[in-house]
């Protein structure tokens, strides 16, 4: 049995009371350390910590750096300005989704891409084989550590740590020179839960002072560490996707219900002509929300039926710890998707009532977070 991999946080949290570490794809990391629902309802009112230095980051640099990315991914990065940054995704040919990733603009001719854990490798030798003269890539992800701190008082807590930078961020820019205990970060306001925060890139050795001096900083806030349970349960009632499982090889982003993300007007890029025959023809397929109607909780790959027939299968599904509302993602056939339509989940043998509703089914309020100043 081969070691678990480790971040270069894990000295850090390896030894807080209640700390509980998996096998996530090869890494050992906390799936939580004082239970999911308090870890979950912490970043919806004040704020949480989290080590996610297990994803991949590649800086990709030259003379046609633009191009190849333009070419290799489905936003436009012409639009990218340096200090600003990205959501987009990697397709394959047939319009399948490779991997979705941010793209950071760093300065002319400079970017980072960051993708996910499980991706690393294979996105790393995808990019290699379609790479062009004029770009030289390098993988940085062994050196790079990446915390987030999500939450309404996310900013509060940075600035009262010495990083002014914070304040001044819009979303999805970055400070690439932020001070932060004493390392040099980039700052972004980007995330995955669908709360205000940020995400801090840091030298590896850098690391643990960061982690330590951001809880020890946001303790008066209420801010704690989280594992990776409640960042599941976080990102599902904002509707962000998981790749395995809202996108995939065989999921295209359309029928993700991504095609905010696909930039027609940019040019050609891999997958662009799978994904206009597929826009053209009309999706076979969507992902929607659901709500259980009979007693039960959705879980991921189980079956979903309309009119008696196989429609499609839950993606992603649980009690929203949120809501207290029993919630799925589905991907299922187009004719099954409108508002309100009653579709059945089997669970655990049973076929049980549900309906098709609106996600996200969370969105942050606008007004002043509970403790804010």
């Given at each position: 049995?081969?070691?678990?991999?480790?971040?270069?946080?894990?000295?850090?949290?390896?030894?807080?009371?209640?700390?509980?570490?998996?096998?996530?794809?090869?890494?050992?990391?906390?799936?939580?350390?004082?239970?999911?629902?308090?870890?979950?309802?912490?970043?919806?009112?004040?704020?949480?910590?989290?080590?996610?230095?297990?994803?991949?980051?590649?800086?990709?640099?030259?003379?046609?750096?633009?191009?190849?990315?333009?070419?290799?991914?489905?936003?436009?990065?012409?639009?990218?300005?340096?200090?600003?940054?990205?959501?987009?995704?990697?397709?394959?040919?047939?319009?399948?989704?490779?991997?979705?990733?941010?793209?950071?603009?760093?300065?002319?001719?400079?970017?980072?891409?960051?993708?996910?854990?499980?991706?690393?490798?294979?996105?790393?030798?995808?990019?290699?084989?379609?790479?062009?003269?004029?770009?030289?890539?390098?993988?940085?992800?062994?050196?790079?550590?990446?915390?987030?701190?999500?939450?309404?008082?996310?900013?509060?807590?940075?600035?009262?740590?010495?990083?002014?930078?914070?304040?001044?961020?819009?979303?999805?820019?970055?400070?690439?020179?932020?001070?932060?205990?004493?390392?040099?970060?980039?700052?972004?306001?980007?995330?995955?839960?669908?709360?205000?925060?940020?995400?801090?890139?840091?030298?590896?050795e850098k690391a643990p002072a960061i982690w330590k001096g951001l809880l020890a900083a946001?303790?008066?806030?209420?801010?704690?560490?989280?594992?990776?349970?409640?960042?599941?349960?976080?990102?599902?009632?904002?509707?962000?996707?998981?790749?395995?499982?809202?996108?995939?090889?065989?999921?295209?982003?359309?029928?993700?219900?991504?095609?905010?993300?696909?930039?027609?007007?940019?040019?050609?890029?891999?997958?662009?002509?799978?994904?206009?025959?597929?826009?053209?023809?009309?999706?076979?397929?969507?992902?929607?929300?659901?709500?259980?109607?009979?007693?039960?909780?959705?879980?991921?790959?189980?079956?979903?039926?309309?009119?008696?027939?196989?429609?499609?299968?839950?993606?992603?599904?649980?009690?929203?710890?949120?809501?207290?509302?029993?919630?799925?993602?589905?991907?299922?056939?187009?004719?099954?998707?409108?508002?309100?339509t009653i579709v059945e989940v089997e669970i655990r043998g049973k076929r049980l009532k549900?309906?098709?509703?609106?996600?996200?089914?969370?969105?942050?309020?606008?007004?002043?977070?509970?403790?804010?100043?």
């Amino acid at each position: 049995m081969s070691k678990l991999m480790r971040t270069p946080l894990y000295p850090c949290y390896a030894d807080i009371p209640g700390a509980r570490c998996i096998d996530f794809g090869g890494w050992e990391l906390p799936v939580q350390f004082e239970g999911i629902q308090k870890e979950h309802d912490a970043v919806r009112r004040q704020a949480g910590l989290f080590d996610v230095s297990h994803m991949g980051e590649f800086l990709v640099e030259g003379e046609q750096a633009l191009a190849f990315l333009q070419q290799m991914t489905t936003n436009d990065v012409s639009l990218l300005k340096p200090g600003a940054a990205q959501y987009s995704l990697m397709c394959y040919p047939n319009g399948g989704a490779l991997d979705d990733l941010l793209v950071y603009c760093l300065s002319k001719n400079r970017y980072m891409l960051v993708v996910n854990a499980s991706n690393i490798q294979k996105d790393w030798e995808w990019l290699r084989a379609h790479l062009i003269e004029g770009v030289q890539m390098t993988d940085i992800s062994a050196q790079t550590a990446l915390i987030a701190l999500q939450g309404p008082l996310a900013e509060q807590i940075l600035t009262e740590s010495g990083a002014e930078a914070a304040a001044g961020l819009a979303s999805f820019t970055f400070a690439a020179d932020a001070e932060l205990f004493g390392a040099k970060t980039i700052l972004s306001r980007t995330g995955y839960t669908g709360e205000d925060g940020f995400e801090i890139y840091a030298p590896a050795e850098k690391a643990p002072a960061i982690w330590k001096g951001l809880l020890a900083a946001g303790a008066s806030r209420g801010l704690v560490p989280v594992g990776l349970g409640a960042r599941d349960t976080l990102r599902f009632e904002a509707r962000l996707p998981l790749y395995g499982q809202e996108l995939s090889a065989e999921i295209t982003p359309l029928e993700a219900g991504l095609g905010f993300f696909v930039k027609w007007d940019k040019g050609d890029f891999i997958g662009r002509s799978a994904l206009e025959a597929q826009r053209a023809a009309g999706l076979p397929r969507r992902l929607v929300g659901i709500e259980m109607i009979d007693r039960g909780i959705p879980r991921s790959h189980y079956l979903v039926y309309g009119d008696g027939v196989r429609i499609g299968e839950i993606t992603t599904g649980t009690q929203s710890p949120t809501l207290k509302r029993n919630l799925g993602l589905a991907l299922v056939n187009s004719r099954y998707a409108a508002l309100g339509t009653i579709v059945e989940v089997e669970i655990r043998g049973k076929r049980l009532k549900a309906e098709v509703v609106k996600a996200p089914f969370y969105k942050r309020d606008s007004k002043p977070a509970k403790g804010a100043e």
